[in-house]
């Protein structure tokens, strides 16, 4: 049994589909009684064997739970965990007008994108996912091995409830219970009409694609496009800021693929929006002596876009669909940092030279660096459990392959490369003035590893900083014998680092 990375797989002596909460409740009971290890699958898209492994020996499967609706008793949006974004997003908007400032990816699924904290294209405009978190229903296991279900929302007068609430406003899945369902509804909305508690979406956004050749680019031109993406979101993140509708992608493909791409999404309906794009798209290159042609090439999770040369406009919802990305099931590895400003010299110097390595070949091999903060970064570090709400960008390394012989291979590259990217601070994201860590839905063992971590910072904190503490009182409290975990799954207050 596999997930969408083929490199993970196991043999459960089961597989339990659900289709109701109190099918969830059974088939946990049904797995503490007999002691046997469990995990919970909702889309399959997790990047490390936290579901599929060979200690595993019932896997719970939520991908029958996809209803979505307007819960009028919670007076809040239900989205059960096997409802995939795209699903979520056809419904809130079709039926309310609504969205969630959530995940590109349209098969990701509920169960774990939104407990991770979840962000996607509209998020420097509406903030994260889990700044709309109203509750969450989890099965959990006491003390005494029974399992049963709770529902915990930000109105909880109950401080246990609070803190389960508020762990799972990105304190990542697997760790306190098999969620069911959320419910969402943006903090300070008001009345009971379904359309206006939860952002709309622009009507129409700007959707822009475009490449540049490899072969026409060196260093220097590479060193300024890098310092000119990274001035700019440093200039352009404030939360009023013209451009907190745009959301930027650019995709350092290794040098093997032939480009390096940028796709652009932005609001079309604001004032001197094309205007505001233009100068973006002018700032972006200048200095660089690039020659941008269209989009002709497959990047990453996205595929080739030569129709958006020329910046167009789209309904909302077309374009949400079209730029899903996601990739197929395959072999990959993945790793994360986020980046408070732009990008320093030492770390352009190491991107360069691992992106245009010529001992190794590999087209989908990239590192692709998004826009961030704007409204993301009006919450509170300890107000959600995602801590970092001061970056303006966010990186995604990213290697996939399709022969599993030739792993050693991505993996030495990916390592080497991140590795000396963040060489200063140990070869990861050590928060300081200008990294702040990693994203626990991009996780990567690696991070546990001290041959590849060398910092005196530890994995659990490069994920959540301060609010560690918190999060593993929240683990007492609610599985207190740990029975749900995985290999980064926060630990009992008992437990070794």
Sequence with gaps: ??????????????????????????????????????????????????????????????????????????????????????????TLYKLYGVTLPAGSCASVCAGGHISGGGYGLLSRLHGLTVDHLYGVEVVVVDENGTARAVVATRDSTDAALKDLWWAHTGGGGG??????????????????????????????????????????????????????????????????????????????????????????????????????????????????????????VPMGEHVAMPQFTTPRTLPWYIATDYLSGGTPAIYGKYKSAYARKGIPATQIKAMYKHLSRNDYHNPSALLQIDSYGCRINTIEPGDTAVPQRDSTLKLQYQSYWSNPAEEAIHLKWIREFYQEVYAETGGVPVPNEINDGCYISYPDTDLNDPAWNTSTTIWNNLYYKDNYTRLQRTKAAWDPTNFFHHTQSVQLPTQPS
């Design 1 to 90: 049994m596999r997930g969408t990375n083929q490199r993970w797989s196991a043999s459960p002596e089961y597989v339990r589909l659900v289709m109701t909460t109190s099918q969830a409740v059974k088939a946990v009971q049904d797995a503490v009684s007999a002691d046997k290890r469990l995990t919970v699958r909702s889309g399959g898209h997790c990047y490390e064997d936290f579901v599929y492994n060979k200690d595993v020996q019932v896997v719970i499967d939520m991908s029958a739970m996809t209803h979505v609706y307007f819960d009028t008793a919670k007076n809040a949006f239900a989205v059960e965990a096997g409802a995939s974004n795209l699903q979520t997003y056809q």
């Design 175 to 296: 760790n306190f219970g098999l969620i069911t369902r959320y419910w969402l509804r943006t903090p300070g909305a008001s009345g009971t009409d379904p359309s206006q508690l939860l952002p709309k979406p622009p009507s129409e956004v700007f959707v822009h694609a475009t490449s540049c050749k490899w072969s026409e680019m060196n260093e220097a031109s590479f060193t300024q496009l890098l310092q000119n993406w990274g001035t700019w979101h440093e200039e352009n993140s404030a939360p009023d800021s013209p451009y907190n509708s745009l959301f930027g992608l650019l995709k350092l493909n290794h040098s093997s693929n032939g480009y390096i791409g940028l796709v652009t999404q932005m609001d079309a309906t604001v004032e001197g929006a094309r205007d505001l794009l233009d100068a973006y798209l002018s700032a972006v290159s200048e200095g660089t002596w690039i020659h941008w042609e269209p989009l002709r």
